[in-house]
């Protein structure tokens, strides 16, 4: 359940900037608080999940719409506004509120979990998870946000001196957990967010190619980023049975077999897929020419 706390610099925009007199502070569903200036009170349509696991117990303001995650990683925000996630007073990064965000939501170059901030935020994370059990979710206790109240932490730098930098706020905000010890190891926290990202990826995906050849495919993507995928020509009937893989951010999308066509494409944070496909047709005396085309689809479950 999220405990209602109003940032110090959420407390200047409220005063200064919006008529206190049209203001309320009204609690919303499974405890989140939520702050709302007039008009169509109603956040059902913009709800995100923040996800690391699942976190609870983190802070967020979205421009006025203001609480904690719940133990789903629930949080609410505008369309187009920033959202800025904290523990306590510290900041642990703003990125464009969105229906799913991540650590790598949080830092506007990072390409995947090896980005040495979203790196950190993750070990950070890890750190103050309650019962240090991600695989239950992470749980940021009250006494965790208590004990944040008057520290900050620079995620900026690089993971081999985070630790060593940011040791009194950690350690500090580690003993207010149940279990407390060391700060969580860089290769850890980034196992643990790849595991999370291919996760997120999982499931089934299907569209249509065109080119040179015109015809359907699906996958399917397990937990591991591994691909299990078919393709049939409305053109040949040709049908073909493939593997292949997945980065954790989606790209590096592959799926190919021998003899057959490869397909090369990436997936985008709301499911779509886009890509290119080749496939080398045989010929005369050995030779042949290469059939070549693009493939678009979107993810079915």
């Not at 007199?21 to 609690?27: C, F, I, K, R, T």
């Not at 608080?33 to 008009?39: E, N, R």
């Not at 703003?94 to 991540?102: E, F, H, I, N, S």
């Not at 409305?234 to 066509?261: I, K, R, W, Y």
């Amino acid at each position: 359940m999220g405990r209602v706390f109003i940032h110090p610099s959420v407390r200047r925009s409220l005063r200064f900037g919006l008529r206190a007199a049209a203001l309320v502070l009204v609690l919303g569903p499974a405890g989140c608080a939520v702050g709302v200036g007039g008009g169509d009170n109603s956040v059902a349509g913009r709800q995100g999940k923040f996800v690391d696991s699942t976190v609870e117990g983190l802070e967020f303001n979205a421009g006025g719409l203001i609480g904690t995650t719940d133990e789903t990683g629930r949080f609410f925000y505008d369309s187009g506004t920033p959202v800025t996630f904290y523990v306590g007073d510290i900041v642990v990064g703003t990125g464009p509120g969105a229906a799913l965000m991540t650590p790598l939501s949080l830092v506007e170059a990072a390409v995947d979990e090896t980005n040495g901030t979203v790196t950190n935020i993750v070990r950070f994370l890890l750190t103050i998870d309650d019962d240090r059990d991600p695989d239950n979710g992470i749980q940021i206790s009250d006494a965790v946000r208590a004990a944040a109240r008057g520290l900050s932490i620079d995620f900026t730098f690089p993971p081999s001196t985070f630790a060593g930098n940011n040791n009194l706020a950690l350690g500090t905000l580690s003993a207010a957990t149940q279990v407390g010890g060391a700060t969580v190891s860089e290769l850890t926290a980034q196992e643990h967010l790849r595991v999370t990202l291919l996760a997120l990826l999982a499931g089934t995906y299907g569209g249509d190619y065109t080119g040179d050849d015109a015809g359907t495919w699906s996958i399917e993507i397990d937990t591991e980023g591994n691909v299990t995928a078919s393709s049939v020509s409305t053109v040949t009937a040709d049908a073909f049975s493939m593997t292949g893989s997945v980065e954790s951010n989606g790209h590096g999308l592959t799926f190919s077999v021998t003899s057959g066509p490869k397909f090369d494409g990436a997936i985008s944070s709301n499911g779509v897929v886009t890509g290119r496909w080749q496939r080398l047709l045989p010929g005369d005396f050995g030779g042949g020419t290469t059939a070549f085309g693009d493939f678009t689809g979107f993810r079915e479950s």
